[in-house]
């Protein structure tokens, strides 16, 4: 029925796959036992330089000669391990040992290559040593989202114009990766996003006005005013809700405002996260527009509602036993549920 | 008459082989596909997060909230260092809801003393119907830790009652008894970071037997010395690195372990959480996810995740192993019976056309196919209608290419993440692999077919589970 040669190739495939998958298994192994035994050395001697070259007052030329000869691997892995302790004159001290072994040259090169993963790799080297260059801002254009994100991450330290302009820009990066990585760098930007930042809101609309409000909530900042108010008659629901947490968190007479008119916002999310500023403001004047709130349909706006009122106080305490007696069941139960909270909770 | 009956008997027998051997080699040839494409996910993947700062998610404020959902059943003896496990993880956003599923050992009162518990009232929205809560904890010693205790409904009820009390954005789903490494969370959450339309993630499962582990943590990870669960260790890393991870580049995953996920909350919400009537809760969950992003043209990706580890303690007796194959078996028949809607059907994609169709027609019936094939092989062999030389040939296409393949997968294994680190346990990891195929594959086709009788006749039930509990810190000894 079988072709004994037939049987005896399908043996041979096999025995080969066998002996081929024992063979690398066990050899890699070998390998990384003796390449892991070399890295440790390697890291060791990178480390002892690194840090000799870094205590003392001058730059010993045989000492970086010693740290060049050390292998690459071990080489940026010592840099960037140190890179994560240090800050101000001593990163500096860094980037020149660095420089010295070209380190940072290799990493130039790499942001220049034709494949993402090895411009990653180059952008990785240059964020994590705060080296100010114009390659690693063009990349903040890259077209890999990862590349872009990491320049990004990189851009953090870099506050300067042009870079300010590119990362606004990629606020409607169509990848999220991006988006989240430059929302995060502006927020480590701290204030000094805020103004451009404010300028972009007043003149951009949509996902990226989105992403703005979102950083823009964050920096909780007065000039943002405007862009809120402007943004929160936005006929994306997402951009109006993105307003509205801004209002709140700005919390000033014309944010309180607004938010009462958001009450009345035909998306159920814009109408919890007004709710939800007001409450963050303590916005006591609001408590009859909130009680309203307390039958809206959605539970969500129902609890923000609730919690606002919570949140102002003896009023809003008032507006809450009120609902209790109410025809709306839906809000009598929210009210009770929340009067019944213990006062440590916050929901 | 007799001489063509038997004529016609031992046609059907040779016949029955060959289709067998086709079938093998056919499933094989697609475990090479997988492989191949796990080969390129990983290589991928690694180049991806090489020399990545994960710090910076750590300190972010706008890393997603996660809560971590996880449901207890009498487990008093080990829920005090799970969860100290799981407090410590390191995420800057977490709340951790424990869900006693009406335990009746003290799981609620070894939490209320370990953990300095008061009750608390909260306020909820019942999205799903569940069994009533009894009462809501807060620990004054741990901000992020909820306890809910409530009337028993099963896993699938206690997650639904944890989607409902949670406030993050994600929820991950994970066992009590399962302990995710420390780094697991930042990790797994990378692809909700990076795509606007991911709804889960899985990461990987490892077998924590024969590790040491000392409070809640891996110290070293070693291969069991056990047989049943050496060899378990070997099926996890093939299910995992090469299935799972194979699956993201070839049209997406449709299994996430129960033990180990991470989901977006409004998408389970809005999927109606977790079904109750089946023992394969987590697999029915996805696949509704999937499909109903389909339906609904919304987000749907499914990503598993190689790096993120979570540790489980594996069977060591053939009795307990065998309920827990039955009842993955039961879990992945009722799965597939309930959306056979999508079998190849165009309307889901990849999904309807490639995945589903696999699992149906290899996970699913491969013990029917496998049984058939064995018993004619021992039929033939008796009566003689088949040579050796054939059953020789059956034995290498069914059982000799997938252990070259098992042994590839060791090897993805320790080109990626490398976790064995000994040459002995390098030895037992290929022994395990060899061993596999000589009464451990045949006993889990016995149980996997008793489980399809189970489905078939309507059982639902989990069946007891014994757990021996992680091992403090001695040195790694046989069965432990």
Redesign the interface.
């Known amino acids: 029925?079988?072709n004994?040669s037939?049987?005896n190739i399908?043996?041979l495939i096999?025995i080969f796959?066998?002996v081929l998958?024992?063979l690398?298994?066990?050899t890699?192994?070998l390998w990384?036992v003796a390449t892991q035994k070399r890295f440790l050395r390697d890291m060791t001697d990178a480390r002892d330089s690194l840090a000799r070259l870094l205590t003392r007052g001058t730059i010993n030329v045989e000492e970086i000669e010693r740290l060049r000869r050390v292998p690459r691997d071990a080489q940026?892995a010592a840099f960037?391990e140190a890179s994560?302790n240090l800050a101000g004159t001593g990163k500096e001290r860094l980037r020149f040992i660095a420089h010295e072994v070209s380190l940072l040259d290799r990493a130039r090169k790499l942001c220049e290559s034709r494949r993402w993963?090895r411009r990653?790799?180059g952008a990785?080297?240059l964020?994590?040593m705060d080296v100010a260059d114009p390659i690693v801002e063009k990349l903040l254009g890259d077209p890999h989202?990862?590349v872009r994100a990491q320049a990004a991450?990189w851009a953090a330290a870099q506050p300067s114009p042009t870079v300010i302009a590119a990362m606004l820009t990629m606020l409607a990066d169509p990848?999220?990766?991006a988006r989240?990585a430059v929302?995060?760098a502006m927020?480590r930007m701290g204030s000094t996003i805020a103004e451009p930042l404010a300028a972009f809101l007043e003149t951009h609309s949509g996902l990226p006005a989105e992403s703005g409000l979102?950083v823009a909530e964050?920096l909780s900042e007065t000039r943002f005013l405007p862009a809120g108010l402007r943004h929160s008659a936005s006929d994306n629901g997402g951009v109006r809700t993105a307003a509205a947490n801004l209002l709140g968190a700005i919390g000033s007479a014309a944010s309180a405002e607004r938010l009462l008119e958001l009450l009345k916002d035909s998306d159920a999310p814009v109408r919890a996260a007004a709710a939800h500023g007001l409450g963050r403001m303590n916005h006591w004047q609001a408590g009859s527009q909130l009680a309203n709130s307390l039958r809206d349909s959605t539970?969500?706006v129902r609890?923000e509602a609730?919690f606002a009122l919570r949140a102002i106080g003896a009023p809003g305490a008032l507006f809450l036993r009120r609902a209790l007696k109410g025809d709306d069941a839906f809000a009598a139960d929210?009210a009770q549920?929340?009067l019944?909270?213990?006062a440590a909770?916050s929901? | 008459m007799m001489p063509s009956f038997l004529g016609m008997t031992s046609q059907v027998v040779?016949d029955v082989q060959y289709v067998m051997l086709l079938y093998f080699l056919g499933v094989n040839g697609w475990y090479l596909v997988l492989l191949i494409s796990s080969l390129l996910e990983m290589n991928r993947h690694m180049?991806?997060i090489?020399?990545?700062?994960r710090?910076?998610l750590l300190s972010?404020?706008?890393s997603p909230t996660i809560s971590i959902l996880a449901p207890a059943f009498n487990e008093e003896a080990t829920i005090e260092g799970s969860l100290r496990a799981v407090l410590a993880l390191q995420y800057p956003s977490l709340e951790v809801i424990v869900i006693s599923d009406g335990s009746k050992d003290h799981t609620v009162q070894v939490l209320i003393d370990k953990f300095d518990l008061v009750p608390?009232?909260?306020?909820y929205?019942r999205r799903i119907a569940t069994k009533p809560v009894r009462a809501l904890y807060r620990s004054s010693t741990y901000p992020a830790l909820v306890v809910i205790d409530k009337e028993n409904g099963g896993k699938a009820d206690a997650l639904n009652v944890g989607l409902s009390f949670a406030r993050g954005e994600l929820v991950c789903a994970m066992d009590a008894d399962t302990l995710i490494e420390g780094d697991g969370l930042q990790r797994m959450v990378r692809p909700f970071?990076?795509?606007?339309d991911v709804v889960a993630t899985g990461g990987t499962i490892r077998v924590v037997n024969g590790s040491e582990v000392k409070f809640g943590r891996i110290i070293k990870t070693h291969v069991p010395t056990n047989a049943l669960a050496g060899i378990q260790v070997v099926e996890y890393l093939r299910g995992f690195l090469f299935g799972r991870l194979g699956w993201n580049r070839l049209g997406g995953n449709i299994i996430i372990s129960g033990a180990f996920g991470l989901f977006r909350r409004e998408s389970v919400l809005n999927a109606g959480g977790y079904l109750h009537d089946t023992v394969g809760e987590d697999m029915e969950l996805v696949l509704r996810l999937k499909r109903l992003s389909y339906e609904r043209s919304g987000p749907g990706k499914i990503a598993f995740v190689p790096d993120p580890v979570a540790w489980t303690e594996v069977p060591e007796s053939l009795k307990v192993l065998g309920r827990q194959r039955d009842r993955w078996h039961r879990g992945l028949a009722d799965v597939l019976w309930r959306h056979r809607g999508m079998l190849f059907n165009p309307r889901y994609g990849v999904t309807g056309l490639f995945v589903f169709p696999y699992y149906a027609f290899v996970e699913l019936l491969a013990p029917l196919i496998e049984a058939a094939g064995l018993i004619a092989l021992a039929f033939g062999l008796i009566t003689g209608i088949?040579?050796w030389?054939?059953a020789?040939?059956f034995y290498?296409?069914a059982y000799?290419?997938g252990?070259?393949m098992t042994?590839?997968t060791?090897?993805l294994e320790?080109?990626s993440f490398?976790r064995y680190?000994t040459?002995r346990d390098?030895g037992l990891l290929?022994w395990f692999a060899l061993l596999e195929n000589l009464g451990y594959r045949q006993m889990t086709v016995y149980w996997r077919l008793r489980g399809l009788w189970k489905f078939l006749r309507g059982h639902k039930d989990w069946g007891a589970q014994e757990r021996k509990g992680f091992r403090p810190l001695a040195a790694p000894t046989a069965g432990a």
């Open positions: 029925m079988i004994q037939l049987l399908v043996m096999e796959l066998l998958a024992v690398l298994f066990f890699h192994g990384l940026v960037l994560r993963t990653l790799r990785r080297v964020a994590r989202p990862a991450e990848a999220t990766q989240f929302q995060d927020l979102r964050a539970w969500r609890r609730a929210m549920q929340i019944d909270l213990p909770a929901g | 040779v180049l991806l090489a020399d990545e700062s710090h910076l972010s404020t706008l608390v009232k909260t306020i929205e970071l990076h795509e606007t088949v040579d030389k054939f020789a040939l290498l296409t000799g290419l252990t070259a042994s590839f060791l090897i320790d080109l490398h680190e040459f390098r290929f």
